[in-house]
């Protein structure tokens, strides 16, 4: 088949099913992977003859988003803050929310007093390693460690980590059921974090039915999914160990569900972290909740 055949069936079938604007991205995207031609390139070459094999990886790709299956699993990587991310099933495909998150994080990081090279970092529920990896990139002095419940997510974020050539301490453990002091017994003891940052699962199984099928059906459910009857229970997890591993003057940063930006708010006001904002991303929507630990006596009578 010529690459304007195929363009054009990928036009046709995948037209019920996603906006021009997708499908052209599908179109660009697959194209590019396999043959490294540019849009402009694609135009030029319209009329060139594909080798068998390649009509036949196209179909396949075809065939996979009319079950709608996620590009970026497709492909197997994505993009994320500009850096390349592998994905696969078992980790969910990062977000622009969470490269805002990112985005904020490094901003109050210069616009702190702390030296960055001294920085500790911890990110809880790391998936694909994304937040870690762009924190590590952007402040390669840090020491920064991740962890993840899921084996086989680590794998795909260890990978991730190692193609973008950052060191990160990276741990397996299960934050609800296992202590995370005794999960992160491996790192340097007694270092206090000056970062701790989390987007844990926090879309509640009630809202799967309004989800699209891309997401529902393709992404890793408990990555997603908390009970309807305990939306915050990572969050409540998290900040407890926060308020203990914080230094004095750490931050804590959680990506939130959009409904739930007062809740959070209550919660870390309740566990008395100091200066609580949630901020709205893009889209206008609650997604942002930062607290700092406030010092304690004990820190003052240790001049920490
Ligand atoms: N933002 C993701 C979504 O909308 C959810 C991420 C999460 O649960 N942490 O599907």
Redesign the pocket.
């Known amino acids: 088949m010529k690459i304007k055949e195929v363009i054009q069936q990928f036009r046709d079938e995948l037209n019920p099913l996603y906006s021009s604007e997708e499908i052209e991205n599908f179109i660009f995207f697959s194209m590019h992977e396999y043959l490294g031609f540019s849009r402009r390139h694609l135009q030029l070459k319209s009329n060139q003859l594909l080798e068998k094999k390649e009509t036949e990886r196209f179909k396949i790709i075809l065939s996979e988003l009319k079950n709608h299956k996620p590009i970026q699993y497709i492909l197997g990587h994505t993009e994320f803050y500009g850096y390349k991310i592998r994905v696969n099933e078992q980790v969910?495909i990062p977000?622009p929310?969470?490269e805002e998150l990112v985005e904020f994080i490094l901003q109050e990081i210069s616009g702190g007093g702390k030296e960055k090279d001294k920085l500790n970092l911890l990110d809880i529920?790391t998936g694909s390693g994304c937040i870690a990896i762009a924190l590590k990139k952007n402040l390669p002095g840090a020491t920064v460690s991740a962890l993840d419940i899921s084996d086989e997510a680590l794998i795909v974020a260890k990978t991730n980590s190692i193609l973008n050539h950052t060191l990160i301490n990276f741990l397996q453990g299960d934050i609800l059921h296992t202590h995370l002091k005794s999960i992160l017994l491996p790192l340097e003891k007694g270092k206090a974090f000056d970062i701790i940052v989390s987007?844990?699962?926090?879309?509640l199984h009630s809202e799967k039915e309004k989800?699209s099928r891309n997401?529902v059906d393709y992404?890793p459910h408990s990555?997603?999914?908390?009970k309807d009857e305990d939306p915050l229970v990572f969050y409540k997890v998290i900040a407890d160990f926060a308020l203990e591993h914080l230094s004095a003057e750490g931050k804590l940063y959680f990506?939130i569900?959009e409904k739930m930006g007062s809740e959070v708010k209550k919660l870390l006001q309740e566990k008395e972290f100091g200066h609580v904002e949630i901020k709205k991303d893009m889209s206008g929507k609650d997604r942002i909740a930062v607290g700092k630990r406030q010092s304690t006596k004990a820190d003052l009578s240790f001049g920490g």
Not at 223 to 226: G, N, T
């Open positions: 969910l977000r929310e969470t529920c987007n844990p699962p926090y879309v989800m997401v992404e990555a997603l999914f908390v990506e569900n």
